[in-house]
């Protein structure tokens, strides 16, 4: 017979676990898993580049809100700089960003966000429905001890 002990977790490492198998719930949903993946590890390089310069990466490519019903339900890519770092990575005009690490981005705040905690994450994962209408996973590998395969 299998015995349980009781162990006590704090309010927030339950918050942890709890949002863990969610990520790995909705990440490995068959839904999701019928959407092509594009993976780019990311070089050591363009990944200081802009996390230390998050100012430069707005410049380097434009974003505008997409509406539906007076609510915000993507970014839109408006353009993206020529001859950019961001540019190898997969992002064109027209581009709609609708969900960074499977969580919709329906406002700047949480899109600036995100962003500028990318310096604390190994990976990021982006849904982008491209401009003729297909979507898209696009996973940023920034840890070089990490590879395609193991996302």
Do not use: W
């Not at 898993?33 to 707005?58: G, I, M, N």
């Amino acid at each position: 017979m299998l015995q349980l002990e009781r162990v006590k977790i704090s309010s927030l490492n339950f918050l942890r676990i709890m949002v863990s198998i969610f990520s790995i719930v909705c990440v490995h949903s068959t839904a999701l898993a019928a959407v092509p993946v594009h993976c780019y590890p990311v070089a050591a390089s363009d990944f200081e580049f802009y996390s230390h310069k998050l100012q430069t990466f707005f410049n380097d490519i434009h974003f505008s809100p997409v509406f539906n019903e007076n609510k915000i339900t993507a970014y839109k890519v408006t353009s993206v700089q020529k001859n950019s770092r961001i540019q190898n990575y997969g992002f064109e005009s027209g581009d709609s960003i609708e969900k960074i690490n499977n969580t919709s981005i329906n406002n700047s705040e949480k899109l600036i966000s995100t962003l500028s905690k990318i310096r604390q994450l190994p990976s990021i994962e982006l849904l982008i429905q491209k401009n003729h209408g297909q979507k898209i996973r696009y996973q940023y590998l920034f840890d070089p001890n990490i590879s395609c395969s193991e996302t």
